[in-house]
Antibody, heavy 120, light 106 residues
């Protein structure tokens, strides 16, 4: 079955960077897009970007342009999301999600979420 | 960006009742609209895509309708496990955007 397992919670200081990993299993890794979505406390879900796991092409939300990088390691079936110049407003639960087979913009399978806390 | 507005914010219901949740887009998204369910401490779960197509394994009591700017998620015969937060999402334009959610509570 499709599984996305994310790395553990992170505590970072303002100005630092964080990298969250998302290891996929149960399907052909290179066939599907992987999206990143975050959920800050009391806020709506916010789409950050996606990567084509096959060719490595990534697309980002303008909100995060310049601060976020999504990459993948096909040998490890793992996607990474790195966010730089962290502020308290980046404190959130970060999810990776595999795209649907029928529509690549839809997030069909989700990881368990990784809590990133930014605090001095 | 396309702003998604959901109403009501909270819906108080009893098991067995029906729920009608609304989602409005700030511009036409055709039928490029998905609904997700989220329970406390869990990731969202895809329920509906293309405005009205149920995802794999989603019970028939969940149904979606609408096109353009106005959409509805209907949950018939509410079960205890249906009390959760529901989000709509448009995928017609980048960036993908979500509504603020409707909480279905007992």
């Amino acid at each position: 079955q499709v599984q996305l397992v994310q790395s553990g919670a992170e505590l970072k200081k303002p100005g630092a960077s964080v990298r969250v990993a998302c290891q996929a299993s149960g399907y052909s890794f290179v066939t599907y897009m992987i999206h990143w979505v975050r959920q800050a406390p009391g806020q709506r879900l916010e789409w950050m970007g996606y990567i084509n796991a096959g060719n490595g092409h990534a697309k980002y939300s303008q909100t995060f342009q310049g601060r976020v990088t999504i990459s993948r390691d096909t040998s490890a079936s793992t996607v990474y999301m790195e966010l730089t110049s962290l502020t308290a407003e980046d404190t959130a639960l970060y999810f990776c999600a595999r795209a649907s087979g029928r529509e690549f913009s839809i997030q069909e399978y989700w990881g368990q979420g990784t809590l990133v806390t930014v605090s001095s | 960006e396309t702003v998604m507005t959901q109403s009501p914010a909270t819906l108080s219901l009893s098991p067995g009742e029906s729920a009608t949740l609304s989602c409005r887009a700030s511009q036409s998204v055709s039928t490029n609209l998905a609904w997700y369910q989220q329970k406390p401490g869990q990731a969202p779960r895809l329920l509906i895509f293309h405005a009205s197509t149920r995802a794999t394994g989603v019970p028939a009591r969940f149904s979606g309708s609408g096109s353009g700017t106005d959409f509805t998620l209907t949950i018939s015969n509410l079960q205890s496990e249906d009390f959760a937060i529901y989000f709509c999402q448009q995928y017609s334009y980048w960036p993908l955007t979500f509504g603020g959610g409707t909480k279905a509570e007992i």
